[in-house]
């Protein structure tokens, strides 16, 4: 007997991987960097960030995750400085909830993996930076001073081209080309506006 294989529905687009930006302004989120669990509670009350942040009745891996390295710590400051989390740890406190209802525990590298779904999670809904070390195996809330260490470091790569790329967009300006789709590409890909200073080179 000839089997006919069976066509499903496909489409192009797919399915999101993390949710909406949530509208929050840095003010509104200030005191909720300073409760132990704010950030993990955003995501379990937001109505549109369910389906990533609880699975049936529990929450999700990810968001697990990150609730036990917020009550490991993870928002608190040392002299002014991250605090860095061990992934063991928070792999042995999941571990004892799990085995409290008889499933099965999840290695270190689940949770580390998990980690960075929960950053993935943290980046879209409120721009800020959580960061899960494979080669420390622990995990941290970026601070002040790694933050800027990093856009210095970022920048100083890319001046260069930055100062070509103004040259270029003061010129389109002084000769009234349209280049606004191209701006408007770049603001879309990096979430950031490009404004060229007033220049007499």
């Not at 928002?75 to 061990?86: G, K, M």
């Not at 928070?90 to 950053?119: C, H, R, W």
């Not at 899960?132 to 081209?161: A, L």
């Amino acid at each position: 007997m000839t089997i006919n294989p069976i066509n499903l529905p496909r489409r192009e687009k797919a399915a999101a991987k993390v949710g909406p930006r949530l509208e929050i302004s840095p003010l509104e989120l200030k005191p909720y960097l300073e409760s132990p669990h704010g950030l993990s509670s955003l995501l379990t009350e937001a109505t549109s960030w369910e389906p990533f942040a609880w699975k049936g009745n529990d929450l999700s891996a990810p968001l697990r995750a990150l609730w036990v390295a917020e009550s490991r710590g993870l928002l608190q400051r040392r002299n002014e400085r991250a605090t860095d989390i061990a992934v063991a740890d928070i792999a042995a406190d999941i571990n004892g909830y799990l085995m409290q209802f008889g499933k099965k525990p999840v290695s270190e590298t689940s949770v580390l993996n998990n980690l960075k779904t929960a950053s993935l999670y943290l980046q879209a809904a409120l721009g800020v930076a959580l960061i899960p070390d494979k080669k420390s195996m622990t995990v941290r809330f970026m601070d002040s001073y790694e933050t800027t260490e990093n856009i210095e470091r970022y920048f100083d790569s890319i001046k260069f081209k930055l100062q070509k790329l103004g040259k270029e967009v003061r010129h389109a300006e002084a000769c009234r080309y349209d280049v606004s789709h191209v701006l408007g590409a770049f603001e879309e890909a990096t979430g950031m506006k490009l404004l060229a200073a007033n220049s007499s080179d």
